[in-house]
């Protein structure tokens, strides 16, 4: 039986966060970069925070223990279209949900199959009411409404759903843009009255095409609604780099700060110390893993192409300040040799060393912004990075 001073104590004790309890824990004087927690229904990660893309429930070539041990990896990205394409969501769910499918017991965020609007363009048919898709796969239709996306995330049981939204090219002129925004924004509304999983989030996601007044306008907009977390897409689609900077800067300012802010599909480490920068707290990207099939590190001192003849007979590691286990075990001429054998090792080694560059780099932004030197540390580390020629 409990003592009377124990019940007092335990009365007074606040109450564990639940899912969507998102604490700022410091902040960057003189730039909007912050560290804070998000919690969620599988436990919280720390941001700035990369999560490693695993679209069909797979980092490809990386296991969920090599992502957690190796990697660092807090939270991971799948996609809604392609697991409700293959093997589809309710096959899923009667496997116990996703997490438990992937052998993965971390948070899980999937994207709503809004880029694959962007994408698979000439599969798709888009009106008010949604997306109509041919598979991909075999060309079977498939209609994907606000409601239903929702839904299907329901069934998969993730952490972090997000809403329906149309994604636009980069050429499309300002009628198309400013169509898709606010069809977005009307998913979004519809999309959030959906019934969902308890403690699930919800995020909405910012559009406006190549316009930052209308991109800050959807923000806006979205922002009325009061959802536990916003993202901006559409960037990263075709336009020149500059302008991504420039639009992805517009597009945060009228985000609450007391939210998450997720930057999807980008992008280069150094454009991601920009990124936390400006504000955002979660991104998401192919680079590394994609880099790494190809043959491609990202390292301290500037990508290096495996297959160069260079390495055939270098005994060195693949990055000096690296602590990966590729890098600690392995030497840049057997690296080459994996690469230009074409043997399935190489790309799995390649992935696990550019995923850890990835989440290391987010792991000294953290760091940096605790100890009030994000400013300083971040100038330092983006010209070290931009002054590196690739290898």
Same mark, same amino acid.
């Given at each position: 039986?409990?003592?009377?001073?124990?019940?007092?104590? &335990?009365?007074? /004790?606040?109450?564990?966060?639940?899912?969507?309890?998102?604490?700022?824990?410091?902040?960057?004087?003189?730039? =909007?970069?912050?560290?804070?927690?998000?919690?969620?229904?599988?436990?919280?990660?720390?941001?700035?925070?990369?999560?490693?893309?695993?679209?069909?429930?797979?980092?490809? =070539?990386?296991?969920?223990?090599?992502?957690?041990?190796?990697?660092?990896?807090?939270?991971?990205?799948?996609?809604?279209?392609?697991?409700?394409?293959?093997? %589809?969501?309710?096959?899923?769910?009667?496997?116990?949900?996703?997490?438990?499918?992937?052998? @993965? &017991?971390?948070?899980?965020?999937?994207?709503?199959?809004?880029?694959?609007?962007?994408?698979?363009?000439?599969?798709?048919?888009?009106?008010?009411?949604?997306?109509?898709?041919?598979?991909?796969?075999?060309?079977?239709?498939?209609?994907?409404?606000?409601?239903?996306?929702?839904?299907?995330?329901?069934?998969?049981?993730?952490?972090?759903?997000?809403?329906?939204?149309?994604?636009?090219?980069?050429?499309? %002129?300002?009628?198309?843009?400013?169509?898709?925004? @606010?069809?977005?924004?009307? @998913?979004?509304?519809?999309?959030?009255?959906?019934?969902?999983?308890?403690?699930?989030?919800?995020?909405?996601?910012?559009?406006?095409?190549?316009?930052?007044?209308?991109?800050?306008?959807?923000?806006?907009?979205?922002?009325?609604?009061?959802?536990? =977390?916003?993202?901006?897409?559409?960037?990263?689609? %075709?336009?020149?780099?500059?302008?991504?900077?420039?639009?992805?800067?517009? /597009?945060?300012?009228?985000?609450?700060?007391?939210?998450?802010?997720?930057?999807?599909?980008?992008?280069?480490?150094?454009?991601?110390?920009?990124?936390?920068?400006? =504000?955002? &707290?979660?991104?998401?990207?192919?680079?590394?893993?994609?880099?790494?099939?190809?043959?491609?590190?990202?390292?301290?001192?500037?990508?290096?192409?495996?297959?160069?003849?260079?390495?055939?007979?270098?005994?060195?590691?693949?990055?000096?300040?690296?602590?990966?286990?590729?890098?600690?075990?392995?030497?840049?001429?057997?690296?080459?040799?994996?690469?230009? *054998?074409?043997?399935?090792?190489?790309?799995?080694?390649? /992935?696990?060393?550019?995923?850890?560059?990835?989440?290391?780099?987010?792991?000294?932004?953290?760091?940096?912004?605790?100890?009030?030197?994000?400013?300083?540390?971040?100038?330092?580390?983006?010209?070290?990075?931009?002054?590196?020629? *690739?290898?």
């Amino acid at each position: 039986m409990r003592t009377l001073t124990e019940a007092a104590l &335990d009365a007074a /004790s606040p109450a564990a966060p639940g899912p969507g309890s998102f604490e700022v824990t410091a902040r960057e004087p003189g730039s =909007g970069a912050r560290r804070a927690t998000l919690q969620t229904n599988h436990g919280s990660f720390d941001t700035p925070m990369f999560m490693p893309v695993a679209t069909a429930a797979t980092v490809k =070539g990386v296991t969920p223990r090599q992502l957690r041990e190796d990697v660092g990896a807090q939270v991971l990205l799948a996609n809604t279209y392609h697991l409700s394409v293959r093997p %589809g969501a309710e096959l899923i769910q009667r496997r116990g949900g996703l997490h438990r499918f992937m052998g @993965w &017991d971390g948070p899980i965020l999937t994207d709503s199959g809004g880029f694959q609007v962007f994408s698979l363009s000439a599969l798709r048919k888009v009106s008010d009411d949604g997306v109509e898709f041919r598979s991909h796969l075999d060309g079977a239709k498939m209609f994907f409404s606000p409601e239903e996306v929702v839904r299907a995330q329901g069934l998969l049981g993730v952490d972090i759903a997000m809403v329906l939204d149309e994604c636009v090219e980069a050429a499309a %002129g300002r009628e198309r843009a400013e169509s898709a925004a @606010w069809r977005t924004l009307d @998913w979004a509304r519809r999309s959030l009255a959906t019934e969902r999983l308890p403690g699930q989030l919800l995020f909405a996601i910012v559009q406006g095409g190549m316009y930052g007044d209308l991109r800050t306008e959807n923000a806006a907009a979205l922002v009325d609604l009061g959802f536990p =977390g916003y993202a901006v897409g559409g960037l990263s689609v %075709g336009e020149e780099r500059d302008v991504m900077i420039r639009l992805a800067a517009d /597009s945060i300012v009228p985000l609450p700060a007391d939210r998450p802010r997720y930057l999807m599909g980008v992008g280069l480490p150094e454009d991601l110390i920009r990124f936390v920068g400006m =504000g955002y &707290d979660m991104f998401d990207c192919v680079l590394p893993t994609r880099n790494g099939r190809n043959g491609t590190l990202f390292t301290s001192r500037g990508k290096v192409n495996l297959r160069l003849a260079r390495y055939a007979e270098d005994d060195g590691t693949p990055d000096p300040e690296c602590a990966c286990y590729t890098c600690r075990t392995f030497s840049l001429a057997y690296l080459r040799h994996l690469a230009v *054998s074409g043997e399935m090792l190489g790309p799995q080694l390649a /992935s696990l060393h550019n995923l850890h560059f990835y989440l290391d780099l987010m792991q000294q932004m953290r760091a940096a912004i605790e100890a009030g030197e994000f400013t300083a540390w971040s100038a330092r580390r983006i010209a070290q990075l931009e002054e590196r020629s *690739s290898l």
